[in-house]
């Protein structure tokens, strides 16, 4: 069975430029997570979606980030302009109903972005 | 506010040894907690997870986790360590109400042969 799906694997970016990171759910799963990895931060939700929903876009860091999920099969977290400091890894991650019903979480493979 | 705290950011072991990975959590509510392994370069895997019944719980690779209560913790234990365990591990809390997964900050383990 196909995972979660994730594109471009690798980005390098010039600061100021347009980044889109795109995601694939596992078909059939309701709730989909952004998560960012830093050395300095770790593991951070950005944004999750439920049924195509935002529920919680708490964690996006400011107005240069956004996220879509205009079906159930694919989603975008779009930053722009771009900043060296979002040099990071990005996950996409998919669950059944979402991890309050202990339901577990997918992870793809990770975008890796560098900002130069 | 729930939050999970991973004790020790570098674990070093000899092949064969005992691995325990430590995991505090704080949950107002029953948590759900999970163990995620991370190998260089990719994605994060689930080792295990407890959501309610049996508080000792086995996952893959032979890693196994209890919970206990009373002392906020879940921590990670394999009898005997295998090079191939060298990896990044990700403690996780999530409640039953708001749907979020919550990760510690990691701790890198290495196995020495």
């Known amino acids: 069975d196909a995972g979660v799906i994730q594109s471009p694997r690798h980005e390098v970016t010039e600061m100021g430029q347009e980044v889109t990171l795109r995601c694939k759910p596992i078909?059939?799963?309701?709730?989909l997570f952004w998560y960012r990895q830093t050395m300095m931060r770790g593991l951070e939700l950005l944004i999750y979606f439920n049924n195509n929903v935002p529920i919680d876009d708490s964690g996006m860091p400011e107005d240069r980030f956004s996220a879509k999920m205009p079906n159930a099969s694919f989603s975008t977290l779009k930053i722009q302009p771009s900043e060296p400091r979002d040099s990071a890894v990005y996950f996409c991650a998919s669950s059944l109903r979402g991890p309050s019903s202990g339901n577990t979480i997918y992870f793809g493979e990770g975008s890796w972005l560098t900002v130069v | 506010a729930q939050s999970v705290t991973q004790l020790g950011s570098h674990v070093s072991v000899s092949e064969g040894a005992l691995v325990l990975l430590r995991c505090n959590y704080s949950?107002?509510?029953?948590?759900?907690l999970f163990w995620y392994v991370q190998y260089p370069n990719q994605g994060l895997q689930l080792l295990l997870k407890?959501?309610?019944?049996?508080?000792l719980v086995k996952g893959i690779n032979g890693f196994e986790a209890e919970f206990k209560k009373s002392e906020t913790s879940f921590h990670l234990t394999k009898p005997s360590a295998h090079m191939s365990d060298a990896a990044e591990y990700f403690c996780a809390v999530s409640d039953n109400q708001g749907g979020k997964l919550i990760f510690g900050q990691g701790t890198e383990l290495s196995v020495k042969p």
């Open positions: 407890y959501t309610t019944g049996a508080t």
């Open positions: 949950s107002s509510v029953p948590p759900y």
């Open positions: 078909s059939g799963h309701n709730s």
